[in-house]
């Protein structure tokens, strides 16, 4: 069927009414524009919707049950335009949300924070690494980043840091080295390192840092998460270097201990990140402003 908003709306007055004439003074139609709407939608459902029986016109059983539905599109628009409007403030939304899989150590803390504040929010999360994220970025299809500093080179973006990301190295309690002070970087290169997959920040910033200092790391294992590799130091497969943030039980339980090595920790920060000139939704905005202004702060009381 055919049939216009418009055409709907007359119907429903006159309906209501039970007449042309004061549908068409509510609506401020002519009374024979009120009968060309009410023609047309005759014409879309092939029945006669109305029966006028004396002054009055009564809806038909046809008449009944178009009413029935046009009643259905009315609440349902009026719904739609409601929904609109929350959608321009906070109270509801959804916000789309990737972060890097180190970031996700205390990624959740701050989404289960922010949606006890905003609790009709849905969040969708994908956790992957840097390499994931800057597709991410280039295929525009979330609101917002958690990464390690991004490129300055290709896409434009708004990074903004909010907190420190310090790289550590990790060794198994028992490691000859473990209890030594300042250990030098010449020394760390007799020792084999279980590293990040390529494509993971921490693994870029572990790889610039010593190409920088002009030391060459022998590379073991190659794991594509941070548990592997805590896991794979811990059993004594070599050192490891991870964030921060990703420590917190075993060095509580002393199955894991960071070195005190020279140059370390490599300092680095996470950013929230998104594409220049995307326009936020009010729920993005309003995420992105808790995590600059209390992103650090709830992740350290978490801690
Ligand atoms: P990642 O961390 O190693 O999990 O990719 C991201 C980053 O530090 O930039």
Redesign the pocket.
Known sequence: MNVTFRQLKVFEAVARHGSYTRAAEELHLTQPAVSMQIKLLEGQAGLALFEQIGKKVYLTEAGREMHHYSRTIAQELNEAARVMEELKGVQRGRLVIAV????NYFATRLLATFSQRYKHITISLDVT??EGLLRHLDNNDADLVI??RPPSQGLELVAEPFME?PLVIIAAPGHELVGERRISLQRLQQETFVV?ERG????T?MERFFTDKGVDLSTGMEMNSNEAIKQAVEAGLGLGIV?IHTLALELELQRLVVLDAESFPIL?HWYVVHRLGKRLSPVAQVFKEFVLTEGAQTVRMAR
């Open positions: 890097a899989s180190t970031a690494n840097r990464m390690g990301n990040r993971s920040g921490t693994r910033a964030s680095r």
